[in-house]
């Protein structure tokens, strides 16, 4: 596995391993927990160093799961987790960074994942209450502390970026980016090159969209989140085969699959780019990987980009609820 260098040195394989759907969001998972400790593990069997999680993830159980499936080494990977949810019965409700809630939920995360000090520890979504300059301290006395090596953001603006660095390193932002999501490219994208920020894109395959395999007929089991979201309605979804229908003549071409060239043209954009596509299971886990391996021409990464962009995407990304939560 080839590998990448975030920001302040990290370095992380080129793909990492997104863990969230193992836990909720994509319907009932088709494997037992031992199934998933399995994929993890076989993450690391072919190369794979990078693993998100986040206390929110389940909630918890996320952590617990990503922990013991990493116990037996440790010293060889690099574990993101994120803080700044409010939890109520259980259940997330609302954003909260205040200080005494990170310190909290580190401490939380640091007992779940079974580990001494979090590799990567990320702003899970911007509080609009609390001054990012207020969290960049936190996080900064939780790395004097010994307690967390890294500060990432995740969905914030590029100001809210600029005055969280000014407090304390970024190392990495978190945040979509994909052929139908490219909204960071004007600003977000030059504001970390500019300060030496990596960027870790999270679903690089359009919440498998980009994959191929969802289109206007597929029904979405009960509990998955795409059937709450706009751009996934049957409407949305016949508007935007477009772009599916690009990436399979790419594909075609190549010898690859479309999720190979959609996350082969993400690589492709800067050489600090690192995207964490989700899996729940081992086939798909090799598919993704094999994109690390597949060189797009200049002229193939221009076509594909210049065609992508004439494709107006159908929908938003998240629902209403969603979406005002998302800092950029």
């Known amino acids: 596995m080839h590998t990448r260098t975030l920001g302040q040195g990290l370095e992380v394989s080129a793909i990492g391993l997104g863990c969230m759907g193992m836990s909720q969001s994509y319907g009932p998972n088709p494997g037992s927990r031992e199934d998933m400790i399995g994929v993890i593990r076989g993450a690391v069997d072919r190369?794979?160093?990078?693993?998100?999680?986040?206390?929110?993830?389940?909630?918890?159980?996320?952590?617990?799961?990503?922990?013991?499936?990493?116990?037996?080494?440790?010293?060889?990977?690099v574990i993101a987790t994120k803080f700044g949810f409010r939890f109520e019965n259980g259940r997330a409700n609302g954003v909260d960074s205040?200080?005494?809630?990170?310190?909290a939920a580190a401490e939380g995360s640091l007992r779940r994942l079974g580990i001494d000090v979090i590799d990567l520890y990320y702003q899970h979504r911007v509080d609009p209450n609390v001054p990012i300059e207020d969290v960049a301290g936190t996080v900064k006395e939780l790395v004097q502390a010994g307690k967390v090596r890294h500060f990432g953001l995740s969905e914030a603006g590029a100001g809210t970026i600029r005055r969280a660095h000014s407090v304390h390193p970024v190392t990495a932002l978190q945040s979509e980016y994909s052929l139908w999501f490219r909204d960071v490219e004007p600003e977000i994208l030059p504001t970390l090159a500019e300060l030496g920020i990596g960027l870790v894109p999270f679903s690089p395959l359009?919440?498998?969209?980009?994959?191929?395999?969802?289109?206007?007929?597929?029904?979405?089991?009960?509990?998955?989140?795409?059937?709450?979201?706009?751009?996934?309605?049957?409407?949305?979804?016949?508007?935007?085969?477009?772009?599916?229908?690009?990436?399979?003549?790419?594909?075609?071409?190549?010898?690859?699959?479309?999720?190979?060239?959609?996350?082969?043209?993400?690589?492709?954009?800067?050489?600090?780019?690192?995207?964490?596509?989700?899996?729940?299971?081992?086939?798909?886990?090799?598919?993704?990987?094999?994109?690390?391996?597949?060189?797009?021409?200049?002229?193939?990464?221009?076509?594909?980009?210049?065609?992508?962009?004439?494709?107006?995407?159908?929908?938003?990304?998240?629902?209403?609820?969603?979406?005002?939560?998302?800092?950029?």
């Not at 206390?55 to 060889?76: I, K, M, S, T």
């Open 98 to 103: 205040r200080p005494e809630s990170i310190r």
């Open 47 to 77: 190369g794979v160093t990078f693993f998100d999680t986040a206390e929110v993830y389940g909630p918890f159980v996320n952590e617990e799961l990503v922990g013991e499936a990493l116990a037996p080494v440790r010293d060889q990977v």
């Open 206 to 328: 359009g919440k498998g969209f980009l994959t191929g395999t969802v289109d206007p007929t597929t029904a979405f089991a009960e509990g998955d989140i795409r059937a709450t979201i706009p751009r996934f309605t049957s409407e949305n979804r016949e508007a935007n085969r477009a772009l599916v229908d690009l990436l399979h003549r790419v594909a075609a071409d190549k010898g690859a699959t479309p999720a190979q060239v959609a996350l082969a043209w993400l690589l492709a954009q800067e050489s600090w780019i690192a995207p964490i596509p989700g899996t729940r299971r081992l086939e798909r886990l090799d598919e993704n990987l094999a994109a690390a391996d597949l060189e797009l021409t200049g002229e193939e990464l221009d076509v594909i980009t210049t065609a992508a962009a004439a494709i107006p995407i159908q929908g938003n990304r998240y629902n209403d609820a969603g979406m005002r939560m998302v800092g950029l």
